[in-house]
């Protein structure tokens, strides 16, 4: 017997995450239970007791939706309830009736926990009755009014079909069912009768809802904000393949998970630009700078120094060595900024044949990259162009213009 008592509660316990279904669209739902009734009065304790001998009780649960907080229920069970006082050499059995009406608060309200949520525990209260029959006169017959407060949790099976267990604990306004009344040296401080109801149980929920569901999601037409298409309850009854809580219609990625923040759009780097618009989708940037980095002020200037300031050889590749300081702070930059691929451009003026001019322009961009390797710069970091005169920025009419044309350009890429 004790065997049989450890495997039920095991098995009350294995099944404790799973309950009642019933929703908006399907609020009724119909139970069968089983479980055990455990004794505590003026005989001893029995709640805890795994040596106590099982009393167990089969039942009817209905339920009724109310609204995402609560749900009302109608217990009802029958089986035996009693207990065995070896020490004292008393015991109490009788056949035992009971029904109560309770109001359950779901932990699955949408604040706390998702409605559409797998795994849902919820609290409940209640009034009700239990009606006592002794068996081999070890009882004493009568009624007495119980308050039970009780504890249980659920799971979804499927959209109607459910699992549930609860476990009550439950006052009783009557001193008499064991045989027994107190003479005011039990520990039991109000002096009447208590018990505990473990169940267990599968329900079906069904019905419908007295508003009208068109897209068939469970959620009537007036609360759901897309009430021809099949939705979730998460989105207000719009789609969201993605499942990112970004619905489908305003969702710039629908088939790609991401953040509300960014449309429904991944953001890899986490800098508020989605991936899709952002030109440095791994590098952290700035909304600014189309997702990367911002280039700063010195570097700018640099680069405008560069311009005119890194000299060559007349008609060569060569650098002049006037040009090598402003040479050693842009491998400074690019040290500093590992992020930074830099493409170096070369141009020329007018003067001179075309084709030559192509071709030196090419070589002297050529020549700035291998000094930057040369001071460890990585060369898979740079590229380089040659534009000879087909991109001046000022006249070839004027030896000021042709100075202004003859140049290298630095571009940061990433």
Same mark, same amino acid.
């Given at each position: 017997?004790?065997?049989? /008592?450890?495997?039920?509660?095991?098995?009350?316990?294995?099944?404790?995450?799973?309950?009642?279904?019933?929703?908006?669209?399907?609020?009724?739902?119909?139970?069968?239970?089983?479980?055990?009734?455990?004794?505590?009065?003026?005989?001893?304790?029995?709640?805890?007791?795994?040596?106590?001998?099982?009393?167990?009780?089969?039942?009817?649960?209905?339920?009724?939706?109310?609204?995402?907080?609560?749900?009302?229920?109608?217990?009802?069970?029958?089986?035996?309830?009693?207990?065995?006082?070896?020490?004292?050499?008393?015991?109490?059995?009788?056949?035992?009736?009971? $029904?109560?009406?309770?109001?359950?608060?779901?932990?699955?309200? +949408?604040?706390?926990?998702?409605?559409?949520?797998?795994?849902?525990?919820?609290?409940?209260?209640?009034?009700?009755?239990?009606?006592?029959?002794?068996?081999?006169?070890?009882?004493?017959?009568?009624?007495? *009014? *119980?308050?039970?407060?009780?504890?249980?949790?659920?799971?979804?099976?499927?959209?109607?079909?459910?699992?549930?267990?609860? /476990?009550?604990?439950?006052?009783?306004?009557?001193?008499?069912?064991? *045989? $027994?009344?107190?003479?005011?040296?039990?520990? $039991?401080?109000?002096?009447?009768?208590?018990? $505990?109801?473990?169940?267990?149980?599968?329900?079906?929920?069904?019905?419908?809802?007295?508003?009208?569901?068109?897209?068939?999601?469970?959620?009537?037409?007036?609360?759901?904000?897309?009430?021809?298409?099949? +939705?979730?309850?998460?989105?207000?009854?719009?789609?969201?393949?993605?499942?990112?809580?970004?619905?489908?219609?305003?969702?710039?990625?629908?088939?790609?998970?991401?953040?509300?923040?960014?449309?429904?759009?991944?953001?890899?780097?986490?800098?508020?630009?989605?991936?899709?618009?952002?030109?440095?989708?791994?590098?952290?940037?700035?909304?600014?700078?189309? +997702?990367?980095?911002?280039?700063?002020?010195?570097?700018?200037?640099?680069?405008?120094?560069?311009?005119?300031?890194?000299?060559?050889?007349?008609?060569?590749?060569?650098?002049?060595?006037?040009?090598?300081?402003?040479?050693?702070?842009?491998?400074?930059?690019?040290?500093?900024?590992?992020?930074?691929?830099?493409?170096?451009?070369?141009?020329?003026?007018?003067?001179?044949?075309?084709?030559?001019?192509?071709?030196?322009?090419?070589?002297?961009?050529?020549?700035?990259?291998?000094?930057?390797?040369?001071?460890?710069?990585?060369?898979?970091?740079?590229?380089?162009?040659?534009?000879?005169?087909?991109?001046?920025?000022?006249?070839?009419?004027?030896?000021?213009?042709?100075?202004?044309?003859?140049?290298?350009?630095?571009?940061?890429?990433?």
């Amino acid at each position: 017997m004790r065997q049989k /008592s450890l495997l039920v509660l095991f098995l009350s316990l294995m099944i404790s995450t799973v309950g009642f279904s019933q929703s908006k669209s399907t609020p009724w739902a119909i139970g069968l239970t089983t479980g055990k009734t455990a004794y505590q009065g003026d005989l001893g304790n029995g709640l805890f007791d795994l040596g106590e001998a099982y009393h167990g009780n089969m039942g009817l649960k209905v339920g009724r939706y109310l609204n995402n907080y609560f749900d009302l229920n109608l217990d009802g069970s029958y089986g035996r309830i009693g207990y065995n006082n070896n020490k004292k050499g008393e015991s109490f059995l009788a056949n035992r009736l009971h $029904m109560d009406l309770n109001l359950a608060f779901k932990f699955n309200n +949408g604040k706390i926990l998702k409605e559409n949520s797998i795994i849902a525990p919820y609290l409940y209260a209640g009034l009700g009755f239990m009606n006592y029959k002794p068996v081999d006169n070890r009882a004493t017959k009568g009624t007495d *009014m *119980m308050i039970p407060l009780g504890i249980g949790a659920k799971v979804r099976l499927s959209s109607q079909w459910s699992a549930f267990w609860q /476990s009550s604990y439950n006052f009783t306004n009557g001193d008499d069912a064991d *045989m $027994m009344r107190t003479d005011g040296t039990s520990a $039991m401080s109000d002096k009447n009768d208590r018990n $505990m109801m473990h169940s267990i149980g599968i329900s079906y929920s069904f019905g419908k809802s007295a508003k009208p569901d068109a897209d068939k999601d469970g959620i009537p037409d007036d609360e759901d904000q897309c009430p021809n298409t099949f +939705g979730l309850k998460s989105t207000n009854g719009c789609p969201d393949a993605d499942l990112d809580g970004v619905i489908d219609s305003k969702d710039q990625c629908p088939n790609v998970f991401g953040a509300k923040s960014t449309q429904g759009c991944p953001d890899t780097d986490k800098d508020g630009v989605s991936d899709n618009n952002d030109s440095c989708p791994e590098i952290k940037g700035t909304r600014g700078n189309n +997702g990367c980095p911002e280039i700063s002020q010195t570097t700018i200037q640099l680069f405008q120094e560069a311009l005119q300031g890194i000299q060559f050889e007349t008609s060569k590749s060569v650098i002049k060595s006037s040009s090598f300081s402003i040479l050693d702070r842009v491998v400074d930059v690019m040290n500093k900024n590992q992020a930074y691929n830099l493409s170096i451009e070369g141009h020329t003026d007018s003067s001179g044949d075309d084709a030559m001019n192509m071709k030196l322009s090419q070589e002297r961009a050529a020549s700035v990259k291998r000094y930057l390797v040369s001071k460890g710069i990585d060369a898979n970091r740079m590229t380089t162009a040659g534009f000879g005169e087909t991109i001046p920025v000022a006249s070839n009419d004027t030896k000021e213009g042709k100075s202004k044309n003859r140049r290298v350009e630095f571009k940061v890429n990433f």
